[in-house]
């Protein structure tokens, strides 16, 4: 996830925009081979091969697992007739079928009725091309009228049931995935309607899948406990063991996950929390003071003292111990590089020292799966529990698969739909990597059901669009996808589906 915009030296209650911040340095090209990369929400640059891959993956085609047709307990709203007319704020969304969706855009754009080649042109890209997205069309006919478009993305959707209950787990795998909370809704950090192409409930104004205790509705924003349950309870539908909270450091000071406390606290049997340390906020001028001097690993101890008093400690000392997710019965963490901690041949050192200052505090020791870029250090392979490699489409499964000290534990990115981030308000071009259907995620389930633990990249990254949370307008193979979609496959795949 980029942030893309805070006040320097304020943390998180003051963000405000915008200040584009870059986190990746390196961009890759995404062939055959696998390389690391240091940006975790890294924008491809250049993407050989990103289109067939939603097509098959591989080389090999991949069954999906439900219906397409299938809405389940999802009603969507009357299909959009008309009138014909050009709107001041062009909304996305209107149309179901592809040929209405491509005359209520060129309506709403031009105010008047497109060519029957126009609509049957449009029309087949959505429906057989695997990259083309509803924004492109719109974003295409506003070039070519050259007009500046303002956007809208109206929920299509009649109804947005509640969900209860894990699935009966046939398979020993747990799965769980990162879970991005540095955004502040609406409308700010992360938060921009046009930054994503999916869109969840509550990030332009408040919905009641939100709501809180006497608070009926709620935005989507980590300052909301109803934000918090809504995602717990969403996440142990769909299948998940638990959740790895993307921790920047100033997402967690002051308290601030307090609402995380108050949601597990209303809920009986809620998932479990693991830590994500995200490496990248170290170094970087938006923050206050204690953030801007990057650790030196040359100072193995002045180095620990500062990741674990101003990362690892808050953190496991703000969530209770029995929400911490523990694997073979120690807690979780996903140790990140993004490029800031330097020397890596000096990581083992560091990652010792973590352990032991947490033992101390805590009287366990934590089980760390790290990036694979802190292996440069060849006693990682001692000290590390696990590895991992955060980008995982230029890998021919599609995943990392780590079997350090017998354990087998795979890692795997499974959508992207970058809308805002690569080159916000254009077209996308031939190389952008676009995978907004599910052919990577029924791979990856099929084939880790041999794993103890998969690990997925991300649960709701809405600006990467490498989430797969309950999001509104899932729009692929000229339709719109129920808003569980993703979530389904997971559930299925769990039961021994």
């Known amino acids: 996830m980029k942030p893309q915009s805070v006040a320097t030296g304020l943390g998180w209650a003051a ?86 969706f491509v005359r209520a855009a060129y309506c709403q754009i031009t105010g008047k009725e497109p060519s029957a080649e126009v609509v049957r042109s449009w029309a087949e890209k959505l429906t057989n091309q695997a990259r083309t997205r509803r924004i492109d ?64 409930p509550g990030m ?49 000071e002051d308290k601030k996950l307090e609402p995380l406390a108050k949601a597990l606290a209303s809920l009986e049997d809620p998932i479990k929390i693991a830590f994500f340390d995200d490496t990248w906020t170290w170094g970087q001028p938006y923050f206050s003071e204690a953030w801007k001097q990057k650790p030196d690993l040359d100072d193995t101890e002045a180095a620990a003292k500062r990741i674990y008093a101003m990362k690892w400690k808050p953190f496991f000392s703000q969530v209770d111990k029995r929400h911490w997710y523990r694997f073979k019965g120690k807690p979780f963490v996903y140790f990140y590089n993004a490029g800031t901690l330097l020397p890596r041949t000096k990581s083992a050192a560091l990652i010792t020292r973590l352990k032991q200052m947490f033992v101390a505090d805590f009287q366990e020791e934590p089980f760390v799966d790290a990036d694979s870029a802190y292996f440069e250090d060849a006693a990682m392979e001692r000290v590390a529990d696990a590895r991992y490699q955060w980008f995982t489409f230029n890998s021919p499964e599609r995943r990392s698969r780590s079997t350090l000290k017998g354990h087998v534990i795979d890692h795997a990115m499974v959508k992207w739909d970058a809308v805002g981030r690569d080159h916000p308000g254009k077209l996308p071009r031939q190389t952008d990597l676009i995978i907004k259907d599910a052919v990577v995620l029924s791979r990856v389930l099929e084939e880790t059901r041999d794993a103890e633990l998969l690990v997925i990249a991300t649960w709701n990254d809405l600006g990467e669009g490498t989430g797969i949370n309950r999001n509104y307008d899932y729009y692929f193979h000229g339709q719109w996808q129920r808003p569980d979609y993703f979530m389904q496959l997971i559930r299925k795949s769990q039961s021994g589906l």
């Not at 098959?56 to 991949?62: E, H, L």
């Not at 719109?138 to 299509?156: F, H």
């Not at 205790?213 to 109803?226: F, T």
Request: proline letters at 8%.
């Open 15 to 100: 963000l405000v925009g915008p200040v584009a911040l870059m986190l990746g340095l390196l961009s890759g090209c995404f062939d055959q081979t696998v390389s690391h990369i240091d940006a975790p929400h890294q924008n491809p640059a250049e993407t050989k091969g990103a289109g067939p891959v939603t097509q098959a993956v591989g080389g090999r085609a991949v069954r999906q697992t439900i219906d397409e047709k299938d809405l389940g307990p999802f009603k969507l709203k009357p299909e959009w007739s008309g009138p014909c007319q050009r709107a001041e704020v062009v909304d996305v969304n209107l149309g179901h079928a592809p040929e209405n």
């Open 137 to 200: 069309v719109v974003l295409s006919i506003c070039e070519e009228e050259k007009r500046t478009c303002q956007l809208a993305y109206s929920d299509p959707w009649e109804n947005h049931p509640e969900f209860t209950g894990a699935p009966a787990k046939k398979l020993k795998r747990d799965i769980g995935a990162v879970f991005m909370y540095f955004f502040n809704c609406p409308n700010e950090v992360n938060c921009k309607m046009d930054w994503a192409n999916t869109h969840a």
């Open 204 to 252: 332009a104004e408040e919905h009641p899948l939100l709501g809180f205790g006497e608070k009926k509705a709620g935005y989507y924003v980590p300052s909301n406990p109803g934000f918090w349950r809504r995602e717990l309870i969403d996440a142990k539908y769909a299948g998940l063991d638990f959740l790895l909270l993307n921790t920047y450091g100033p997402d967690i």
